[in-house]
């Protein structure tokens, strides 16, 4: 399917006049189309502008996208993977080149489309704060290693406006009568309402950890998580808990899971992943088109 969807990315990119070059390497775009511009240059050595105006409104069509003077990638998407989707459009923006997603239907384009408008990236946004996607990479933590949680229900990422309350995960000595120290710690309240909404970690409606909000993910304290793993000089995957002591020794990280203890996705903000707007620098063709 990917190959058909290239495939008529590239004839739409050369119906608009652009010159498309093709890459096999995977770290670039398959397909990258060169408005005739910026790939003869104008006599006086310039080029097209290659910042677009932000858009408000509806995102370009594909005739505008590839009309606005700029390399434009063709990226084939047989499906709306909020990871794979943002963090193709994140590498293209990064480099200058805006993107134009090849997808096989409508229902496909829709979604991409809901995907990519305001607020974008995002699951779901309300009074309260945003519902994010889980990403690829996970939680480095201050003092080295990783976050873990228990195994379960599907993890969510949102913010919130809401006082802290304690945590629905508790050190194994706490649960069993330890002092007041044992349970997991929460960051301080915030003194006022204007202030960045707190990020939460829950599963099945149980929060698991909190953080002051999406800055703290550059590198939480270990005391934010219930659990942290790490690999020992041993090649083992040790798994502590909130406080450094340790909990279990497993051979992976598959062992681990089926130990009980699952690796903490990090969520896809997207002010952290782009570093400016995104608003006309995509669009979406739809491969019946």
Not at 8 to 22: H, K, L, M, Q
Request: net charge negative; hydrophobic share 35%.
């Amino acid at each position: 399917m990917s190959d058909a969807l290239l495939s008529a990315g590239i004839d739409r990119c050369r119906e608009a006049g652009t010159t498309v070059s093709r890459s096999t390497d995977a770290t670039e775009p398959p397909a990258i189309a060169t408005p005739p511009a910026a790939a003869g240059g104008p006599p006086d050595g310039g080029g097209a502008s290659t910042t677009p105006p932000d858009r408000t409104t509806d995102p370009p069509t594909p005739g505008e996208l590839l009309a606005a003077g700029r390399p434009v990638a063709v990226e084939p998407l047989p499906d709306s993977d909020p990871t794979v989707t943002l963090s193709r459009l994140w590498n293209n923006r990064t480099n200058g080149r805006a993107t134009l997603f090849v997808v096989p239907t409508e229902g496909v384009a829709a979604a991409v489309e809901r995907l990519l408008s305001p607020p974008v990236g995002v699951r779901e946004a309300d009074d309260d704060g945003r519902r994010f996607y889980a990403g690829p990479d996970r939680i480095r933590l201050e003092e080295g290693g990783y976050a873990a949680v228990p195994t379960g229900p599907e993890l969510e990422w949102r913010e919130t406006r809401t006082p802290p309350e304690p945590t629905g995960i508790r050190s194994v000595e706490a649960d069993e009568g330890g002092s007041p120290s044992d349970a997991l710690p929460a960051p301080a309240a915030k003194e006022s309402e204007d202030q960045a909404p707190w990020l939460e970690l829950r599963a099945d409606g149980t929060v698991l950890a909190r953080l002051a909000g999406v800055d703290e993910l550059a590198c939480p304290p270990r005391a934010r998580f219930p659990y942290t793993y790490h690999r020992d000089r041993d090649k083992q995957i040790r798994v502590c808990d909130f406080a450094g002591r340790p909990v279990q020794r497993y051979p992976g990280i598959a062992a681990m899971r089926r130990g009980g203890f699952r690796p903490v996705p990090a969520p896809l903000v997207p002010e952290r992943l782009f570093d400016g707007p995104t608003a006309g620098w995509w669009a979406v063709l739809s491969g019946g088109e």
